[in-house]
């Protein structure tokens, strides 16, 4: 049973750039969080979606940033017009169930994205 | 405000030793608390899950604590060894929102 996967694992854009930042779930997860980490931080939520619904983007900035999760494929994370402050590791997880079911989250190897 | 802290330097011990680390939060009501380990340039893995109402949790060499009355939750790793030197965070689900907080993370240093 394959893990959380993200691709691409490196991604380098100039400023003013579009990125998109994908992510499978493990096989039979239905929950999806997107987190960002900045270099020497910790981990900050950002959206979390199931399947073609928005659960709660309360962590994600008003501008530029944007998630789904589509019926089929994979989640996907958009920044528009990337400035430098983008440039952190953006983490995916995923879970069975909702949070308040009581479940771990696991974790993808996350997008280190560069904004040069 | 809320928060939640971890010990932000570095924890140094002898291999063999027993590591603890602190989780302290101020201003939330978690229906549970999550520890993961993360290592340099990867995702976090999940270790130990404690529920409100459960004082100790252990799995092997790793004990949580949880006190609600103190807002604090410690992290034990018996007979360390250099295998497990780590960051290592501590993450909140609080029952109004659905989501995880998480820590800055501590980073543990085990020495041979």
């Known amino acids: 049973n394959a893990g959380v996967m993200q691709n691409p694992r490196h991604l380098v854009r100039r400023r003013g750039q579009e990125a998109r930042l994908r992510c499978s779930p493990m096989?039979?997860?239905?929950?999806v969080y997107w987190y960002r980490q900045l270099p020497e931080e910790g981990l900050k939520f950002m959206v979390y979606?199931?399947?073609?619904?928005?659960?709660?983007e309360s962590g994600m900035p008003k501008e530029r940033f944007s998630a789904e999760f589509p019926k089929e494929g994979p989640s996907i994370l958009r920044i528009q017009q990337v400035v430098r402050g983008d440039s952190a590791a953006y983490f995916c997880?995923?879970?069975?169930?909702?949070?308040?079911?009581?479940?771990?989250?696991?974790f993808g190897p996350g997008t280190r994205l560069t904004v040069l | 405000s809320q928060k939640i802290e971890q010990n932000s330097e570095a924890l140094n011990i002898q291999e063999g030793k027993t590591a603890t680390l602190t989780c302290n939060y101020t201003?939330?009501?978690?229906?549970?608390l999550q520890w993961y380990r993360q290592d340099p340039g990867r995702g976090p893995v999940f270790l130990l899950l404690?529920?409100?109402?459960?004082k100790e949790k252990r799995k092997e060499r790793l004990k949580v604590t949880f006190d609600t009355t103190l807002k604090q939750s410690l992290f034990h790793i018996t007979a360390s060894q250099p295998a497990d030197s780590a960051t290592y965070l501590c993450?909140?689900?609080?029952?109004?929102?659905?989501?995880?907080?998480f820590g800055q993370g501590t980073t543990l240093q085990v020495k041979p």
């Open positions: 404690i529920r409100e109402n459960e």
């Open positions: 993450a909140l689900l609080t029952s109004n929102t659905g989501k995880l907080i």
């Open positions: 201003n939330y009501s978690p229906a549970y």
């Open positions: 979606l199931q399947k073609e619904n928005i659960i709660d």
């Open positions: 096989k039979g997860h239905s929950h």
């Open positions: 997880a995923s879970s069975r169930d909702s949070p308040l079911a009581v479940h771990e989250q696991f």
